[in-house]
C-alpha cells in the first residue's frame, strides 16, 4: 500500500528508557514533553465520550496525533472511563509499535494506524459505538442526507463501507478495517466528510485534532437519530434538495462561507 502521509524520518521515536536517558543526557527531553501533551490532548478527548453519552463501559477511543514523530496517542484497551487517568494513554508508532507506555492499547489501534497513514492532515480519531449511527452501520446502510442540519456538516451522505469479505476477517482484522475505509473514500475526500459507518460494526470520525474528532461523533449520532426519526415519521422521505445542501454546507465551509463570527 502507497502510504499518503509523509512520515517524518529524522527523528526516532526512543523507548521511554531512552526518552528518559535523554533528561539526563542532555536536558531536551521534547519527546517526553511531546508525549505527555498527547496523552493528556487524547486523555481529555477520551473523556469526552462518556460525559456526551455516545458510549458505556469500555466502550470506544479516542487517538491523538503528533506529527514530529510521527506517533499518536490512543486508550489502553478495556480500562473503564472511570480509572483512566492521562499517563495510561499509550503512545504507537504508525505500525502500531508502542513507544510509552505500559499498558495494551484499544484494540482499534491499527485501524488508526491505516487512517494516520492514508490520510494527511487528520490529527485525531474518534471510534464509538453509538447507538442511532451503529443502526445503521448494522442496517448497512449510508445516512440519507434529509436535512440542513446534516447538510451543515457534509454534502453527501454519511458512506458506509461494504461488508468484510470472510479473507478480511480472517486476516488482520483490524487492519482490514481501517483498508474497507479508505475503500469508501475512493471516490470522496476525507477533509470534507470526515465520518463513515464501518458495515455491521459501529462509526469512525476523524479531524484536525482528537477534539474535533469526538465532536464529530457527537454531530455523526444526531445525524443518526434525526434521519431515524425522520423515516419513522414518513418513510417516503426523500434526498434534500441540492440548492439547499450547497446554501448550508457553503456558508459554513464555501470560500464566501459566513456562519459564526468572524
Ligand atoms: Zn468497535
Not at 486523555?43 to 463501559?57: D, F, I, K, T
Not at 478495556?78 to 508502542?98: F, Q, R, T
Not at 487512517?115 to 480519531?125: D, E, M, Q, R, V
Amino acid at each position: 500500500m502507497n502510504f499518503a502521509r509523509k512520515i517524518n524520518k529524522n527523528s526516532e521515536i526512543n523507548s521511554d528508557k531512552g526518552a528518559l536517558a535523554c533528561i539526563y543526557e542532555n536536558g531536551d527531553c521534547d519527546k517526553m514533553s511531546l508525549y505527555k501533551s498527547i496523552k493528556e490532548k487524547a486523555w481529555e478527548a477520551n473523556m469526552q465520550l462518556p460525559a456526551s453519552g455516545l458510549v458505556v463501559h469500555t466502550f470506544g477511543n479516542v487517538s491523538a496525533f503528533e506529527e514530529k514523530h510521527s506517533c499518536f496517542a490512543i486508550k489502553p484497551s478495556g480500562v473503564p472511563y472511570n480509572i483512566l487517568k492521562p499517563e495510561d494513554m499509550i503512545i504507537v508508532d504508525l505500525e502500531g509499535k508502542i513507544v510509552s507506555g505500559k499498558l495494551r492499547p484499544s484494540s482499534d489501534t491499527k485501524t488508526h494506524c491505516v487512517l494516520y497513514k492514508n490520510f494527511p492532515g487528520i490529527n485525531g480519531i474518534c471510534h464509538t459505538h453509538s447507538t442511532y449511527a451503529v443502526a445503521w452501520a448494522q442496517a448497512m446502510q449510508p445516512i440519507p442526507i434529509l436535512g440542513t442540519t446534516h447538510a451543515d456538516h457534509l454534502a453527501t451522505d454519511v458512506p458506509c463501507t461494504e461488508v468484510m469479505t470472510d479473507q478480511s476477517i480472517r486476516g488482520d482484522y483490524e487492519e482490514e478495517t481501517g483498508k474497507q475505509i479508505l475503500q469508501a473514500f475512493n471516490k470522496l475526500s476525507y477533509n470534507e466528510v470526515e465520518m463513515v459507518l464501518v458495515a455491521g460494526h459501529g462509526p469512525f470520525t476523524w479531524g484536525a485534532s482528537a477534539e474535533k474528532a469526538v465532536y464529530n461523533s457527537i454531530v455523526l449520532e444526531e445525524l443518526a437519530k434525526m434521519a431515524i426519526l425522520t423515516l419513522q415519521v414518513s418513510p417516503g422521505s426523500t434526498r434534500l434538495k441540492e440548492a439547499l445542501i450547497k446554501k448550508h454546507y457553503d456558508r459554513k465551509h464555501g470560500s464566501n462561507a459566513y456562519y459564526g463570527q468572524k
